[in-house]
């Protein structure tokens, strides 16, 4: 095979895995806002006087950090979107993005914070939240209303333009991060509010933020409530969920085939390929799929038994997890009718 040739199949890879319907199960909401709205949201605090611009813009730009950048990065995105109409903003980009490449079920995670310069409680925060995903009209996004039954916020006959089967569909759930610096009672309050939220369609409870800092002990007692409460938690430890461009980024790793990725997948361990935050690390699950197919040479029916198997780890209840695997069915069908055309 020529130079040319091997250029062309791996372009045809991206696209395929750009095509094939996927899960995602590991993606911080403020780690997911696109660069671009970064800029425009900096350049308005700049005006302000909040901010010096050209500073952020440097920063924001920059390619590879350590981890330490990394948070530090946090903390000015925690600048950057800390009103109400901002977090509705971000989540409604950080979901139309999902869906445009075809990801059928987003868990998307997150910190409720407090902001009492911007009159923000943790409620109100997570309230934000789910204005953004009412308001996705280009992509047809469940949610869960009010009586706790699966829904979609669109509705084509109020709205107009495209119908819903026109349109891509994501189904999107939540998880309520506890940030390790938090106090024992903030952690308390995020898992209360997340039992609160629950048929809102908050399914679990994640710990995460900088490893360095926090004690173990005064978040323990919110992840035991959590537990006792039948709430389902993700932790930043050992967890299944890998994210590969992330730990290449910020674990030193010199090169991504030494990830264990390969061993991993050899040895069958249950895994799912993930993202971290797509804006922070200029990526999306499509690009981590065709990351892992072209480093651990995986096939494509290999690619597809990875994203079909997530299925197993999403955190929605059985009825949910029914539709998915009809998703992934009607779409291996499809292959198998392309084929003997
Ligand atoms: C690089 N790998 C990572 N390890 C640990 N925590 C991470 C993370 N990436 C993101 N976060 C956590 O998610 C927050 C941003 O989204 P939200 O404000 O919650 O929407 C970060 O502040 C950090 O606490
Ligand atoms: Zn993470």
Not at 166 to 193: H, N, P, Q, W
Request: aromatic share 8%; net charge negative.
């Amino acid at each position: 095979m020529t130079e040319r040739e091997k250029g062309r199949d791996f372009t045809e890879l991206k696209e395929w895995c750009l095509a094939i319907p996927k899960i995602e199960l590991h993606a911080h909401l403020n780690g997911c806002i696109r660069d671009s709205t970064l800029l425009e949201l900096a350049e308005v605090l700049g005006e302000r006087g909040e901010i010096v611009f050209d500073d952020v813009k440097h920063v924001i730009n920059k390619y590879g950090r350590t981890l330490t950048e990394c948070f530090q990065l946090f903390d000015l995105f925690h600048i950057l979107a800390t009103d109400h109409e901002t977090i509705s903003r971000i989540t409604k980009e950080a979901v139309e993005d999902f869906a445009a490449e075809n990801v059928v079920y987003l868990e998307l995670r997150t910190t409720p914070k407090n902001n009492e310069t911007k009159g923000m409680t943790k409620r109100s925060y997570l309230k934000a939240v789910i204005n953004g995903l009412r308001s996705v009209e280009s992509v047809n996004v469940s949610f869960i209303n009010p009586n706790g039954r699966t829904e979609s916020f669109y509705d084509p006959l109020q709205k107009g333009g495209l119908t819903v089967l026109e349109k891509k569909r994501i189904y999107v759930r939540l998880l309520l991060s506890i940030d390790r610096r938090e106090t024992t009672a903030a952690a308390m309050e995020t898992v209360s509010l997340a039992l609160e939220m629950r048929e809102l369609g908050v399914v679990g409870i994640d710990l995460s933020g900088n490893p360095i800092v926090g004690e173990w002990n005064s978040f323990f007692p919110a992840l035991k409530y959590a537990k006792e409460m039948g709430l389902p938690i993700t932790l930043h430890c050992g967890e299944i969920e890998i994210c590969l461009t992330s730990n290449l980024r910020t674990e030193r790793l010199s090169s991504i085939d030494l990830h264990h990725f390969g061993k991993l997948f050899k040895a069958k361990h249950p895994l799912v390929l993930c993202t971290d935050d797509t804006g922070l690390f200029s990526t999306s699950l499509s690009n981590e799929y065709y990351l892992a197919a072209t480093t651990f040479g995986l096939d494509k029916e290999s690619i597809l038994q990875l994203s079909t198997n997530a299925i197993h780890y999403v955190f929605a209840d059985n009825e949910l997890k029914k539709t998915l695997r009809e998703i992934f069915q009607a779409y291996d069908k499809r292959l198998v009718d392309d084929f003997s055309l």
